[in-house]
């Protein structure tokens, strides 16, 4: 599986007005441990005058983010042209041909990087406010562009989708039933939660939202694995009537990531919104969804999400198993043994829990402490801050789980 942010390398310049710096930025995936990072890549940019493709100064940090071998990276194809008629959106043959064929110089100008190309961002939002962003046009665009990519970059996934805010599924059904899965080889959803009340900010939330758009592809598709990407989730820490403490961004994320090896037969990967503030306004949403502060600090949220990818990353089988009433259990194995995490899905309730039986050899701590201890004859405290229990043994371990007095 996949575990990637995403980035702002592709838009604004030489300069970023969002304080992005490829060679920190590098640095930052690297010390996070993924796998993959998701960014634009603007056709307005790539193709210059007289049809002429290719990477100038004004995606130069893009490039040298995709030429760094840093992690996979996941490319958006997307927005009009200044040069060509009817392409925000295309609509005419002539706007998807001149579309497909800047699709075509990007994939092949990757290619070696492995890139997974993503056709648009959040066409569906655009609709509400344009009737030239319909289905009909998403449908045509994708089976134009597709076959452009393929031929420039033969193993690059095509994706579509990157659905927004979708409230019924109601423009998700009706993509669906167009038959676009046939041009894709994944589909690709966004789910946030910051804005609902107090109670639903919470990944088990947008787990339950990805269930059911998993549910909505298999149907679609006839495949129950058809390659699904969460290509953005993320909570704003602002101080804003729909941001969430730092804490609280810490804890959904990594207890997203550690739910995600549950589901890796269809989750081909989770895109992280995003890897770093994008402004030093403390009220703005958008300036605050950042696992780095704007001044690259870390939040909470980088070790977390570190901690919680390196305990979950080699598993080869992972299950969600029910304890209690409001506690998660994530079992995996993996080639050092077994890894268990367990937390609690409400932040206001807290239990704990003991083996009932002794693991010589278990321990247990958490995201972002580097210190374990001894898991066997001791109650463990769990919380929203997942719980990370390692064992040696391949043998299941049995948990005693009370209320904590």
């Known amino acids: 599986m996949l575990l990637g942010v995403g980035t702002h390398q592709g838009l604004g310049g030489p300069v970023s007005p969002r304080g992005y710096v ?51 990276p996941f490319l958006i194809l997307a ?97 669906l039933r167009s038959g676009i899965l046939q041009y894709a080889d994944g589909a690709s959803i966004h789910l946030y939660n910051f804005c609902m009340g107090p109670a639903k900010r919470t990944s088990a939330e947008v787990i339950d939202r990805l269930n059911a758009f998993h549910r909505l592809v298999s149907d679609a598709s006839g495949n129950p694995t058809f390659p699904i990407y969460l290509t953005e989730a993320g909570w704003p820490t602002a101080a804003n009537k729909c941001g969430v403490n730092e804490q609280a961004e810490a ?65 080869t089988d992972a299950q969600e198993r029910k304890l209690a009433d409001g506690v998660v259990s994530i079992v995996a194995s993996t080639p050092a043994g077994q890894r268990i995490a367990l937390w609690s899905s409400d932040p206001n309730q807290r239990h704990v829990v003991r083996l009932r039986s002794d693991a010589p050899n278990a321990t247990y701590g958490a995201p972002c402490d580097a210190s374990t201890r001894p898991a066997s004859g001791v109650w463990m405290p769990i919380s929203s801050t997942p719980l990370l229990i390692r064992a040696n043994s391949p043998a299941a371990l049995d948990f005693e789980v009370r209320a904590e007095r």
């Open 22 to 72: 490829p060679a920190t930025n590098i640095g930052q995936i690297k010390e996070l441990g993924l796998n993959a990072f998701r960014d634009d890549f603007p056709w307005s940019d790539f193709e210059h005058d007289g049809g002429r493709m290719g990477f100038p100064p004004q995606l130069g940090r893009l490039d040298a983010q995709i030429r760094s071998g840093v992690a996979r």
């Open 79 to 175: 927005f009009g042209h200044h040069l060509v008629p009817n392409s925000m959106p295309p609509t005419t043959d002539e706007a998807r041909g001149r579309f497909a064929a800047y699709a075509s110089a990007a994939a092949r100008s990757v290619a070696p990087e492995r890139p997974i190309f993503e056709l648009w961002n959040e066409w569906n939002l655009a609709a509400k406010k344009d009737l030239a962003f319909s289905v009909d046009n998403y449908l045509a665009l994708a089976k134009a562009v597709r076959p452009s990519v393929k031929q420039a970059a033969p193993d690059a996934p095509f994706v579509v989708g990157a659905i927004g805010d979708d409230p019924g599924w109601t423009w998700t059904e009706r993509m």
């Open 251 to 315: 804890d959904n994320m990594a207890q997203l990531v550690l739910w995600a090896s549950t589901a890796s037969r269809w989750l081909k990967g989770i895109w992280l919104y995003e890897l770093k503030d994008s402004g030093t306004d403390a009220s703005d949403l958008e300036h605050n969804f950042g696992l780095y502060r704007f001044d690259n600090s870390p939040k909470p949220a980088a070790c977390a999400v570190r901690d919680a990818w390196a305990f979950v990353r080699s598993s």
